[in-house]
């Protein structure tokens, strides 16, 4: 599988990266070359194999819907870029 | 003082030989002396005096552990209070974690005293060091070569006896191929032994912490401080923890060790063969039995692993955007921009390229091909190691093709270095215990792993073995020339 400009573009897009010229150029390269290995996996049959999500094939565990942990916002906010009045701060989403 | 074990050091504490300050600042003195190797991201100078005093006070009233005093350096992906913990990323330069992972907490709880936090490739993500923002580690065998990695920090100052015992993470390998190519001992649990808490996620679903140490003993004895259930970590398994030290010196007689002629086809050095077929040898005369084994799908663990690992890691490392904590861009527009900007910035070039991966793989219209293929192939590698232990008790091979490669050497080529993880990924994928010791040395005089695979929860018969290897053999305890 060999990817496009295009292709990268719009995969660093949904990543939320914003890439320069020469990243795409090279991540067009490298990318298309870790597909070609990913693409060996082809070799094997796999119908009718149940897909493994989980190395002990356990169930995610729940917990009672109680609060457990302490209020910690100013500690936690702390160490935030940019806070006022216990709320993170970010540019305007809406008008 | 350096080349002791925990056990003396433990001992030579309790007798008074020593203190614990004098011993935390003779580490701290040789991590200064050896500053080149480049093995730590933060040295912990004042604190870890404060700790060692507060532990020699805790021994002089009687109330200790076995790690009581003793140094140790973890790898900078354990969130550790009140310290910087960056995952070696510009993304994480300047986070100050608000608490402490759960491994940090239980050697905090037993009297460790912390002489930092050791360097990695960015994110755990790199099999050389070389992806870390805060620059290469150095192989205190030779420094031309890398440390491996991700957990190279860590590997390093163990190998140069910059601190006792390490903790590492290992995803595809990141503990046991660094302990290859440094020539030391590093275990992966099986997954759920270690609690995740507080280790910053890579690939959830294969993460586990594990000790790097000089030997399978003070492997064995870090084990029993790291192991147990977790209700933080929605994944630690409520599995009984042995005393992992316990069974060490049982004998090996009759226990049969599975070869599997995967790992011993096309690729594999004739060097790296030869240390290899040594320990064969040594453990014949242990008693063990060896029987020939299949692993067939393992040959496409590399694939499957770089589906599911970048995409486990383009979700887990979604949450760095710039709003919470770590790296935010100087200059951005809207909010979509502020985002785009933070991460272009703050990742390295290597994360970058998981991240796409991941995002690709796990995309509309190519969800099928990749993320859910590798998930039913994954089932199939988990399948033949169950098959195999049908007639074996523990698999034997080698950690890596080849001793640990020159700096620089593999950076322009992402599909060669992933390959060198060709042995120990299919360990990851089952989410079976996996440790590498020390057995010999290369052509080029650097260090030879050479790697156990057990049953689930079985680690204790891996350090047994591995034990009885080092009681034979002296491989752990050499150590680069100028680290003598």
Redesign the interface.
């Known amino acids: 599988m060999s ?1 496009s400009r295009q ?2 573009e719009k ?2 897009e ?6 320069t010229d020469d ?1 795409i150029a ?2 067009t390269q ?2 298309s ?3 070609s ?8 049959d ?1 119908n009718d ?8 094939d ?1 169930r ?2 729940f ?1 009672d819907d109680a609060a457990t942990a302490p209020d ?1 916002r100013d ?2 906010q ?5 806070t006022e009045a216990g709320l ?1 701060l ?4 809406v008008e | 003082m350096h080349t002791m074990s925990v056990a003396e050091l433990s001992k030579a504490l309790q007798e008074k030989q020593i203190s614990s300050v004098e011993l935390t600042q003779l580490y701290l003195d040789r991590i200064t002396q050896q500053e080149e190797l480049n093995a730590f991201i933060t040295v912990n100078a004042e604190d870890a005096i404060a700790q060692a005093q507060a532990a020699d006070t805790r021994r002089s009233k009687g109330d200790t552990t076995l790690f009581t005093g003793i140094p140790i350096a973890h790898k900078d992906i354990f969130c550790t209070k009140g310290m910087l913990t960056t995952c070696g990323s510009k993304m994480l330069a300047n986070f100050v974690s608000p608490y402490d992972a759960t491994v940090i907490e239980r050697f905090n709880d037993s009297g460790a005293v912390t002489l930092g936090k050791t360097n990695m490739d960015e994110f755990a993500m790199g099999s050389s060091n070389e992806t870390s923002y805060f620059n290469p580690v150095l192989n205190p065998w030779d420094r031309k070569a890398v440390p491996g990695g991700s957990s190279g920090g860590s590997a390093a100052a163990v190998a140069a006896r910059l601190a006792p015992v390490a903790t590492g993470t290992d995803t595809g390998g990141s503990i046991r191929q660094p302990a290859a190519f440094c020539g030391i001992t590093g275990i992966k649990p099986s997954y759920g032994r270690v609690s995740r808490y507080g280790m910053i996620a890579f690939a959830s679903s294969l993460d586990q912490g594990g000790p790097m140490t000089r030997s399978a003993e003070d492997a064995a004895m870090m084990l029993n401080v790291m192991c147990g259930f977790d209700p933080k970590d929605s994944t630690s398994l409520n599995e009984a923890v042995p005393d992992f030290t316990a069974t060490l010196a049982d004998p090996i007689d009759g226990m049969r060790i599975g070869l599997p002629k995967e790992y011993f086809g096309a690729g594999l050095n004739a060097d790296v063969a030869r240390v290899v077929d040594a320990v064969i040898e040594e453990l014949k005369g242990l008693g063990a039995k060896l029987v020939e084994v299949e692993l067939p799908n393992s040959t496409l663990a590399v694939p499957c692993y770089y589906v599911l690992a970048p995409a486990e890691a383009s979700s887990n490392l979604s949450r760095f955007d710039g709003v919470r904590y770590g790296y935010r861009a100087q200059d951005y527009g809207d909010l979509a921009d502020m985002y785009m900007k933070t991460r272009a910035e703050g990742f390295g070039t290597e994360v970058k390229r998981r991240i796409m991966t991941g995002t690709y793989a796990l995309s509309a219209g190519y969800y099928d091909a990749y993320y859910l293929k590798a998930q039913k192939l994954r089932r199939l590698i988990a399948d033949d190691f169950t098959r195999a232990f049908e007639s074996c008790d523990a698999i034997l091979g080698p950690t890596t093709p080849t001793t640990a490669f020159d700096l620089g050497s593999k950076t322009d080529d992402p599909v060669a270095m992933y390959l060198n993880d060709i042995y120990t990924i299919p360990a990851n994928l089952a989410g079976l215990p996996g440790m590498s010791i020390p057995a010999g040395l290369g052509d080029d005089g650097r260090p030879v792993g050479v790697q156990l695979v057990g049953r689930y929860f079985d680690e204790a018969r891996l350090l047994n073995i591995g034990h009885r290897f080092q009681q034979v053999t002296d491989w752990h305890n050499q150590i680069p020339l100028d680290q003598a």
């Open positions: 990817l292709d990268v995969i660093a949904l990543a939320r990266l914003k890439l990243e090279d991540y490298t990318l070359r870790i597909l290995l990913v693409e060996q996996m082809n070799a094997a796999t194999v149940e897909p493994m999500a989980h190395p002990q356990t995610l565990r917990r910690r500690a936690l702390a160490i935030a870029p940019k993170y970010v540019p305007k989403v």
